[in-house]
């Protein structure tokens, strides 16, 4: 069985007495070391699967394991990263960092060996001891992402992490996530509705659609590591999924007078 | 600069307001000994020090207000501590908190001196009362309005209590109880005075009813200005330990 498993995974809220079904039969599987790009526009269930795979919001329906084992809460193996970074506001970048290690029974020294080494992989080794409020959204991200690796997760979980940067910033961090990847290894599940994103960081997309959110179809990227966001392959992989979303015009001609 | 203007502003003020005071004497029909002028109330004032009569009722105040200000504050936190992670346990006790809530603590003063008797006790238990109410309340709300991403990180990070209340939940509630408790100060100080008029022999309350009973209305004024000092410095102290611990959790 794969490392993540998902079978005829749904789930359902009561909201005013009214049952809302927010994702239905999910079927998914998900290998170590992939990087996974749950990709859809609002409301199809996106962020609401990896909730159920993080262990935040269970699923009702069906069953998800990891490594064998049913998800039935968060685990420490398995760190998310949010959109709005979830930084400690009263605690200073390499505190933020050193959050996660508190509990592990290690020495100070070791600590703090740690947290220098992943400040300096998010390249923030000089804003150690400044506070969230004086660093930039893509640099909060960053702590948030060094806070993230430096427990050692074996999966990482990334809930729309860079909605809320500028075009430019996030494409910077873009890079820095991939660079970070190959070097670490890591399994991870990215939620985004920007499909170059998509593109541009997975091995496979999955795509969803809302009303009720469910996977429309899977689509494996076939390009390398360090991709060109204008070749001929990316553009390919992008029209693919234009087509799963039903956001070709295939009616054009009508318009066309 | 800017300090020198911030002094020059409080000296301004306070010498308008004494400047007042002089133009109302001059223009009252009453006699002296009944209003008297700035002058009179300041010698009243310099009687008070050199007798040691004004520290003495210093002492018995602060004392009373640091007991009954200092339980309320604390008793009010742990409280609002408990009741704010239980919600379901506080949707019972909050009807009776907001009945219990608008009652001036000044009513409660003849109740709380039959059962007590006068003494340090009444004028305790009425600053207890004027602090406890706004500081329980705004810590259960401040309490209840953290964010729910700071407990999910923490889930996520494996921290349980009790590091979750000083990792987490005093410090993301800290600056809305802060602000609470630094009320709270004024109006327990505003209590404390009420408090020892009705239900004390001694302390800076008692004194203005004494310089009544003696129709010493120099020291009746001298005393209520003093006060006024007093309630300014506690405000003062008490915003540099709230910016002092502000700072050191990461406030602006």
């Known amino acids: 069985m794969s490392y993540i498993h998902i079978e005829n995974a749904g789930k359902t809220f009561v909201e005013n007495g009214q049952e809302f079904r927010a994702l239905t039969d999910v079927n998914l599987d998900i290998e170590k070391g992939e990087f996974i790009c749950l990709l859809g526009p609002s409301g199809c269930g996106k962020s609401t699967l990896l909730n159920a795979i993080a262990g935040f919001d269970l699923v009702n329906e069906g069953s998800i394991t990891i490594d064998g084992k049913e998800v039935t809460g968060p685990s420490t193996k398995n760190v998310t990263i949010f959109q709005n970074y979830g930084l400690l506001p009263w605690r200073t970048v390499e505190k933020n960092v050193a959050l996660g290690l508190e509990n592990k029974k290690i020495s100070k020294d070791e600590r703090a060996k740690i947290v220098r080494t992943y400040l300096e992989m998010v390249k923030l080794e000089n804003f150690a001891k400044s506070y969230p409020r004086q660093l930039s959204g893509g640099m909060k991200q960053r702590v948030a992402i060094a806070r993230a690796l430096a427990v050692e997760p074996d999966i990482l979980f990334m809930d ?43 091995d496979r997309i999955v795509v969803m659609t809302p009303n009720p959110g469910k996977v429309k179809g899977v689509i494996k990227v076939p390009l390398h590591h360090f991709r060109d966001r204008t070749s001929g392959d990316f553009l390919l992989v992008r029209d693919k999924i234009f087509d799963l979303l039903n956001m070709k015009n295939e009616d054009a001609i009508e318009y066309n007078i | 600069m800017k300090k020198l203007n911030s002094i020059k502003y409080v000296i301004v003020s306070i010498a308008i307001l004494i400047a007042l005071w002089q133009v109302a004497f001059i223009f009252s029909d009453y006699s002296e000994a009944l209003f008297p002028s700035p002058l009179m109330a300041f010698n009243a004032l310099i009687e008070l020090l050199t ?33 704010g992670s239980l919600p379901k346990v506080f949707n019972y006790v909050n009807p009776a908190l907001q009945l219990l809530r608008p009652i001036s603590p000044t009513a409660w003063m003849p109740f709380v001196v039959l059962l007590f008797g006068i003494g340090d006790l009444p004028a305790i238990v009425i600053i207890f009362i004027a602090a406890f109410f706004p500081v329980l309340l705004s810590t259960v709300s401040a309490i209840m309005k953290i964010d729910d991403i700071y407990f999910r990180v923490s889930e996520n990070f494996g921290i349980r209590q009790p590091a979750l209340l000083w990792k987490v939940i005093l410090p993301a509630a800290f600056p809305q109880i802060a ?12 209590f404390l005075v009420a408090g020892e008029m009705v239900g004390a022999q001694s302390g800076l309350g008692y004194q203005i009813i004494d310089a009544r009973n003696n129709v010493r209305a120099d020291l009746l004024l001298a005393t209520i200005f003093v006060i006024g000092i007093i309630g300014l410095l506690l405000d003062f102290l008490l915003g540099i330990v709230e910016k002092k611990v502000l700072r050191a959790w990461g406030g602006e």
């Open chain 1, 160 to 202: 729309e992490p860079l909605g809320a940067l500028d075009a430019i910033t996030r494409m910077k961090l873009q890079d820095d996530i991939l660079d970070i990847c190959k070097r670490e290894k890591k399994t991870i599940i990215f939620v985004t509705h920007d499909i170059e994103e998509a593109v541009y960081l997975a």
């Open chain 2, 179 to 190: 602000n609470a408790i630094h009320l709270a100060l004024g109006s327990a100080w505003i």
């Open chain 2, 51 to 83: 007798s040691g009569q004004l520290l003495e009722s210093f002492i018995t105040s602060m004392g009373r207000f640091a007991i009954g200000y200092g339980l309320s504050v604390i008793v009010a936190v742990i409280l609002g501590l408990i009741l």
